[in-house]
């Protein structure tokens, strides 16, 4: 997953290592397939170099931009170190060409929802070129359908401490005591949320957790609608609900960010897991 925040990245890594064994670092040394399948020899920490033969391998290793028939080396556009064509986000216009681009073709987000505003940007652009204009670019929004789930909303950790200067808080909530994640069963994960010092705003966050899809999709509305943490914390929250462990980390954020108390342990407004 896109992970980008440390705390995220080691709860993750931790829950799924109680399923099976996950080194995303892998020193993998060599890989050939024999009379009994595909031998694979790695570095274990505690063994040392060893080999061991499974049925198959699966190698997720990604997309790579869709431009192998395009001849785009017979035109005069700049290419990246993947070779696709230098390009604006905002009007997918390759350099000052009239060429614009889209979709599987250069494979900068390769989401559904990315796809089809890239197109209409695109498209627009190629039917009333030489007028080209921005579009409208969505707040980043990335889901993986793992158990539990992951979810990253807005800037990463390391855009906010950019874009802040250092002048940033962070507000936290575990869901191991999470009240109606309890009552489910998915009482695991962590979700961590990002705000400016000064103006309150809500800048992005990373969660590992139950219904991270659709804690997600809230993040990335009140992101887009440039959402400070105050107001974002006068919305409802129902009882009880998964979603008021946003509420926690929200309330959490609103202290750090020298806006409102301390959470309280007991909040007798809140409801058990509030």
Known sequence: GPIQDDEIRECALKTFNDEFPLDPDADTRKIERTDDGVAITFVDADRGEVTETFDYVLAATGRKPNVDGLDIQNTDLELDDRGTPVFDSYTMRCGDSHIFIAGDVNAALPLLHEAADEGRIAGNNAGQYPEVRAGLRRVPLSVVFTDPQIATVGKTIQQVNEDCRGCFAVGSVSFEGQGRSRVIG????????????????????????????HIGHLLAWAAQQRLTVSQMLAMPFYHPVIEEGLRTALRDLSHQLSLGPKEETHCLDCGPGG
Do not use: T, W
Not at 194 to 199: L, Q, V, W
């Open 186 to 213: 998915k009482n695991c994960g962590l979700l961590r949320v990002y705000g400016e010092h000064g103006s309150g705003l809500f800048m992005g966050a990373e969660m590992f957790g139950p219904a991270a899809e």
